[in-house]
């Protein structure tokens, strides 16, 4: 359940999220505003930041805007999936074999550009991890019987048998797609989070805050409209929704009776999104 409090916008009116909510996202795929800080709350520290060797959402949800998947699902329509870093793709008639074309020209925050290599490293990482590498996807992409890139932008899935669930499963938010030379340097992602995506990591203090900015080189023209998103590491429940009260954090997932107690103080200040969360 995730909660959204009146929030300090760019211009430093006061948001009030219940009334305006419906009318925002109806037109979030039509135009967006630019700038303003997301504030967020983790409820511990991220152990590291690979997100390959992980399973916890305290690395996975900061972690995840600083990268790109191939494809992704679609934000306007969740049950459909969309291109990230694959601008298109094609499956064979007997469903054996999937050919992703990759956007050119994207870099990773380092400047380096982001090739097939890139992306078959990272799945190859995933589904055979390397003697002393723990991956908890591997058998989601125990189908693959080989990963090909016969140029630099294009990357093909030779699978074992047909698999209709491969797309969703490329869609998944861990499904980011790191620096090969990175990998190859560092040995891993543990200590270093450079990706493609929208948000760069800024600054992280152990037990206070992770702080993402806005990616200005963004291979999508005009995003992201966020100067930032601010995790703000907070264990105690109370504290939290203490936190929401005041402003400090814009929103969080909870659980039904925070939710239920933010509904009771904030009357029309909180917007409550109900969802089954499945693990």
Known sequence: ???????????GSLLDLAGKSRALASSASKQGEYGGILTYRL???????????????????????????????????????????AEKWEVSPDGKVYTFSMIKGVKFHDGKPCTSQDA??????????????????????????GIET??????????KQPAP???????????AVSPKHVIEEKGDMKKVAIGTGPFKLNK?????????????????????????????????????????????????MMTGDEARTAEKDFPGKVVIQRSPYLV
């Open 1 to 11: 359940l995730v909660a959204g409090a009146a929030a300090k916008v760019a211009g």
């Open 165 to 175: 669930s491969l797309l969703n499963i490329l869609a998944q938010g861990w499904m």
């Open 43 to 85: 409820a511990g520290d991220p152990p590291n930041f690979d997100m390959i060797s992980h399973s916890t959402y305290m690395v996975q949800t900061p972690m995840a805007p600083i990268y790109n998947n191939l494809v992704m699902f679609d934000p306007m329509d969740p049950n459909k999936v969309i291109g990230d870093l």
């Open 204 to 252: 992280y203090t152990r037990g206070v805050s992770l702080e993402l900015v806005r990616n200005p080189e963004y291979h999508i023209k005009g995003r992201p409209y966020l100067d930032g998103i601010t995790y703000y590491i907070i264990p105690d429940p109370g504290t939290a929704l203490a936190n929401l009260r005041t402003g400090q954090l814009l929103f969080y």
């Open 150 to 159: 016969p140029d630099e932008h294009t990357v093909r899935f030779i699978l």
């Open 120 to 145: 078959k490293l990272t799945y190859d990482r995933t589904r055979n991890p390397p003697e002393g590498v723990v991956s908890p996807r591997k058998g989601s992409l125990e189908m693959i019987d």
